[in-house]
């Protein structure tokens, strides 16, 4: 078995980081179970103390993805995971104080870990060619499943047998141990690795992946400034419907993250550690086909010869439409068996998303990734903040679970027709950093670009929005 690239370190390095983020972040969920009979506050309060994450993750996902363009992904993705550690080994502390102290340390939480989307897209884009875009970002999209999986399955089983509190700590100190593999291995770039080899390095000169002249990026000065993305690639079609689908994607699956703890033991009137035996299957089913998923799109684009955007197309197609179906089913499975059967098939099917408008990011922009990742996350992130609070909304009313996953499945229906109709891969920089100096932006078959080319100018006349 011939050892790792330093291409594919990274790659599965990106991968077990988002497991290991994902882990930490999703466990929450199921330890809300314990902590609210522990503590006896009520669903509203439990919704509440849910949204504090992703309240804080939306504020940092512009600043960090930019961040990560000016000074390289690896600094950025380390403070992300160590603070994500000390976080999370303090939850038992902010326990003793009550729910709004949880809140505030899982806001903190949620805001460090909020640059770490953009950067996997940065530091993607500074290893991974297009042909191999497909396999590389379904690899590191199959951590969160991956991550998910121990958190909804493993934790609540942990938790029955040394208690919720020491289940934080340890979650937080495995954390701790992957970061120190991390800073050993990761690299922002392959300018930046040490122990690639020459004839890699000449491998991706070729593929126009690395510029071995390009300026290596620097951290002083770079820090607070102002993070910029043009208007135009903001407000494209194909980079709108990448965010609105990113949206729909996190409302739906976050809602299942978060309420299918409280719908297994309350709605179906399971324990805890029961409920958590059948959430295991569906997060490992999403981390199998994330995987497989990911292996299809490369062998279509190399050996099938699928263009970029018919293969995003297809994977987030099928990735909509077949969640929406799986929900319908959830909203008529009669107890946990075919309940669990139609979260594996939802798990399974939105994997393929991996493939698809997760991956259409890097096709947009090359200068720009990070900034452009951290837009779209941040609307997603908003769909995740505002889901929990709706959801405990809506049960508190109307007492219905199925209507809930009935609207989630509508959500998904939408999504499929919106990224079909718009989707597409034609590099954004050109409509701003190759036009004439003083004149407008003008979208024309002459803008398409294409990933390999290497103008990185840019026009003082170009309209930027500064966040």
Known sequence: MQPWSAKEWQVYLLAFARCSLQAARLAVAPLLVFIQLEMGFDTYTKGRILSAFPAGYLM??????????????KPVMTISLWCTAVCTILLPVA??????????????????????????????????SPKERSWANAMTEAGSP??????????????????????????????????????????????????????????????????????MPKVRGQLFALPRLPLSIMLAPSAMVVMSSHAIYNFGRYFLYFWMPSYFHEGLGLSPHI????????????????????????????????????????FSGVGFVGAGIAMLLLAVA????????????????????????KANYQDLTENHRGALAGVGN???TLASTVGPILIAGLLETYHSWTMNFSFIALCFFVGAVSYITFAGTAVLDNIDERKPKGKKAKMS????GSPNKKDQGTDDSETLVSF
């Open 95 to 128: 326990g003793r104080y009550g729910p709004t102290a949880l809140w505030i340390i899982l806001f903190i939480e949620g805001m460090l870990q909020g640059p770490t989307f953009p950067t996997n897209a940065v530091i993607l884009g500074k290893w991974i």
């Open 378 to 380: 941040t609307v997603a």
């Open 445 to 448: 078959d002459d803008y398409t």
């Open 146 to 215: 991956a991550g998910g999986l121990i958190a909804m399955g493993l934790s609540p089983l942990v938790c029955t047998t040394i208690g919720w509190r020491a289940t934080c700590v340890v979650f937080g100190v495995l954390v701790g141990l992957f970061t120190l593999l991390w800073q050993a291995k990761a690299a922002s770039s392959p300018g930046t690795c040490p122990y690639i080899t020459q004839q890699e390095k000449a491998d991706l000169v070729r593929d126009g992946v690395y510029d071995p002249n390009a300026p």
């Open 60 to 73: 940092t996902q512009v600043v960090g993805g930019s961040l990560s363009d000016r000074i390289g992904g």
């Open 275 to 314: 409920a958590g035996f059948y959430l295991i299957l569906p997060e490992l089913c999403g981390a199998v086909f994330t995987a497989l998923g990911g292996t299809l799109a490369g062998r279509l684009a190399t050996r099938g010869g699928w263009e970029p955007t018919q293969l995003r197309k297809l």
């Open 334 to 357: 009669k107890g946990p068996f075919f309940a669990s059967v139609a979260l594996c098939i939802e798990g399974s099917l939105n994997a393929m998303h991996g493939s698809g408008f």
